[in-house]
């Protein structure tokens, strides 16, 4: 069977110092041989995303980072519709992608509204930053990092229900084992892949809050992943094993990593 | 100022001789220099010129049956560009219409060894196929598009980036002169567009303890620490993966021989943003990289 996936999108971003509106909208048509893609000249009515609010937050995020290099800058709102086989939705993003360095340090911060204040104590602790040490024998993961390092944790995880995945399905409320059920389609112009999507960690244990605190990502996540870690009056790089977690606690913020998850504060 | 960039893009992956998928990619910018205004607008002509060179890339790749090929070409008011990308046992090559046939017998005559991921335990490394294009385009080309302090390389060396808006002494420094991107929604960039390294009356000598390196798999700047990767996918002692300061890459350059040779492809990333950029090099032996 054909499937034929249209979408519709105007986005505001700020990239570095210049601003790009962008208005596109295309189609992909998966005959189950070929997958064909192409714009299409179809227009509908989407709101202008908000270039104020897009520029007032990047600004905000130049003014905070300036005793530091500002290395990537990305501050983004994009108004969407969608339609896969005669089911229509719309969504509104916003994103936030930051590269912060402080030589030969770089923070890596992305996040799915504009909250500042977690740029500003990235920025801060960065800041005052040492040399690598080992990572503590126990310690904590901020929401933000563990929500990074959620998809390669070995802990219970549910996915969240939302109303449409990228085929326009229901995406329904299931522990993540095994095959997805569900599809990510984060652009029309790729095959959607199998994913799990809004995934959030299922609570255990009990996080002691005096243990060192990882506190920032200093390079993209995995099974070892190399974090900023705050003890004390202390600031160090280190690199943590993410295998296995021995707490967690699972927020209501949502976060753009992988097909979607939410915070999860961890102790490791 | 108030610049206009139109695209037209036709990509197609071929896998084993049969289409799998297909991607028309079209659309004009606007740029006042503080705002770019992007969006979709086919251009009637821009887009009879890529439909007309892909016709051109598909007789070119219809031989091939055992290998994955993406081809790409993407028509401007400045340029056609084409590109074909043939993968076969995880090698890679970039290659074009007018080089596929010798870039696609390389491949098959260059196919992965078995050999394990260990740095193998010669020290000196002969760079053969023009592949200290690589080399030279992570330490000495990604550092000048970052400002970065020229160092002081052999003297027998140059290294220069050629594009339509001219050449830039990449050795001294100076930062590549053309304006790039990806798309009709990307911020254009200061890339590289073609790299050459030269050497002028270098010595030359084949150690007889060496490692003779064919293909590269891919390779890495981090402009933070200066130091550079490079991950070798053919070579003698199997593939490996090098990573050294570009201080220690310039101390290392021991001689090289002949005309810049073309290296069959460099995809180069940055800010999210693919571009193909034209390599040559000529055969050099570098000592004790790392």
Known sequence: MTEVYRKWGRSVRREGDRLIRVSEAGEAIDDGGVFRTRPIGETISLE??????????????????????????????????HECDGTRWREKHRRIHLAIARPPIRALIDLAAFEIELVQRIVEVLGRAGGERD???????????????????????????????????????????????NWFRPSYRWRPRRAWMN??????????????????LLAPPGRRARVLCVDGKRVFP????????AAAYPTNVWFPYAAGTFGAELMI | MNGRYAMVRRDELWVRGVLAES????????????????????DSALRDRCEAEMDRVRAAIASIRDARVRCVVRATDDEIESTIAITMRGVSVVSTPETIDSDYALLKVCGPTSVGRLKPA???????NGSAAVLLHEAIGHAAEHGHEPLDWPKWLRVRDESRDGTADLLAGEAPLGTRR??????????????????????????????????????????????????????DAGPFTIRAARRAIARSLAGATGAPIRYPGVICSREGQELYVGSHAPVIVTTDIA
């Open chain 1, 199 to 216: 995934v959030r960690a299922s609570g255990f244990g009990e996080i002691d809050d005096s243990l060192p605190l990882a506190i920032a």
């Open chain 2, 122 to 128: 010669r020290t000196h490394f002969v760079w053969r």
């Open chain 2, 182 to 235: 990806e798309s009709f929604r990307d911020v254009p960039l200061r890339r590289m567009t073609r790299l050459v390294a030269a050497q002028h009356d270098a010595s030359f000598e084949l150690p007889d303890d060496r490692v003779e390196i064919h293909l590269i798999a891919g390779g890495a700047y981090e402009p933070l620490t200066e130091i550079v990767t490079i991950n070798v996918a053919v070579s």
């Open chain 2, 23 to 42: 991607r028309l990619n079209a659309g004009e910018a606007i740029d006042n220099g503080r705002e770019i205004v992007a969006f979709n607008r086919i």
């Open chain 1, 48 to 81: 202008e995303p908000e270039a104020d609010a897009v520029q007032s937050a990047a600004r905000a995020i130049e003014s905070i980072a300036k005793p530091l290099v500002l290395e990537r800058l990305f501050v983004s709102e994009a108004n969407v519709a």
């Open chain 1, 135 to 181: 990572a503590p024998k126990q310690m904590r993961i901020a929401e933000h990092v563990g929500a990074a390092l959620l998809p390669f944790l070995s802990i219970t995880k549910i996915q969240m229900p939302a109303s449409h995945d990228g085929k326009g399905r229901a995406i329904g409320e299931r522990q993540v084992r095994g095959e997805p059920p």
């Open chain 1, 238 to 245: 280190t690199i943590i094993t993410t295998a296995r977690a």
